[in-house]
Every structure is written in C-alpha cells, then in structure tokens.
C-alpha cells in the first residue's frame, strides 16, 4: 500500500508541477532565470547543482554513479560511486549530452548537443564531441554573435513566429566535410 501511495504522489509532482519545479521536488538545486526542458535527472538528482541562467535542452542526461561497478566485487561485496554534477551561471547545454559524474561545468559556457563531458569544463569555453573537446572560447563566440546574427531590435514582432523566421533565415550552408 505505501509503495502504492509514492507512485501516485510521484504521478501527481510530474503532472501538476513545472519541470522547475518538478526537479527541485527531487532535489535537484536550481538557480534563478533557468530553462530546464527535461524532467529525468538520473537516479540520485540530489547529487545536481545547477547555477542561474542555465539551459538544460531536451535528451540531456545526468549520470552521477558507476554502474559499471556492478562487475567488480570481493568478499567485501561490490564496490559503488556516486559523485556530484555542478553547473555554474550562464551555461546551455545543448540536446542529447550526457553529463557524467564528478563534472564541474564553470560559468559562461555552451555545451554542443550530442556531447559526452567526461572531464571538467572551466569556466568561459564552448566545448562539443564526444568525448568534448574544447572548440573555443566563449568570449570570441560571443563577439561573433554580437557582430554576425540577427538582434530581437532588428525583428518584426507584429509577425507571427514562422514568418518572422522566414524574414530573416540565413540561406547558406556550411562547408562540406574533408574526405
């Protein structure tokens, strides 16, 4: 019965709560002015710290213990590791990365989607790949977006939101790949 009764408190936070607010319900630390779009935080979402004005995307994934620990035993038994993720401020991190345990991730930082952070990111760098790899510093990205892309002043709000994309799509595409 009292398994009974934790599923359905569980099933009502998922369905009456924020994804916000679903996460801090698990225990995951969230800052102010955040955009978290999952609601899967792993097993131990205590374990997660995550600064002010971060962007969690869709598909990213958590992983604060050692599965893999389950092959490994003596007559001790099997051995276990469970480590912390913390997040800084001003940190998107893009679809489908997996955050593995004992990250660090500083502030000013963009994680590329599909990426593996398998080391520690200090602060101010936009890293991607698996496993990621530092691409470029934040500040030069910054100076190219400021100079390059198009700014909320320079957009017609009157337009509804396709039309106003199709106003101002940049029509080029990327350089092919090097055989």
Avoid at 37 to 59: A, N
Wanted: a positive charge; aromatic letters at 10%; one cysteine or more.
């Amino acid at each position: 019965m009292k398994k009974l009764l934790q599923k359905l408190k569980a099933y009502y936070h998922w369905y009456t709560k924020s994804n916000i607010e679903y996460a801090r319900h698990l225990g995951v630390e969230i800052g102010e002015n955040c955009r978290i779009y999952i609601r899967d935080f792993g097993s131990e979402p205590w374990l997660i710290k995550i600064g002010k004005k971060v962007t969690v995307t869709h598909g990213v994934r958590f992983i604060n213990h050692d599965g893999s620990t389950w092959l490994i035993s003596d007559e001790k038994g099997r051995r276990q590791l469970f480590r912390r993720i913390e997040i800084g401020n001003n940190v998107f991190i893009g679809m489908n990365s997996i955050i593995l345990p004992g990250i660090h991730i500083g502030d000013n930082v963009i994680i590329a989607a599909g990426s593996v952070v398998t080391k520690s990111i200090p602060s101010g760098y936009i890293v991607g790949g698996n496993p990621a790899k530092i691409i470029m510093d934040f500040d030069s990205y910054e100076k190219k977006v400021l100079e390059s892309y198009v700014s909320n002043q320079e957009l017609d709000f009157s337009k509804d939101y396709k039309n106003r994309v199709l106003e101002i799509v940049d029509e080029s595409f990327k350089a092919d790949l090097k055989p």
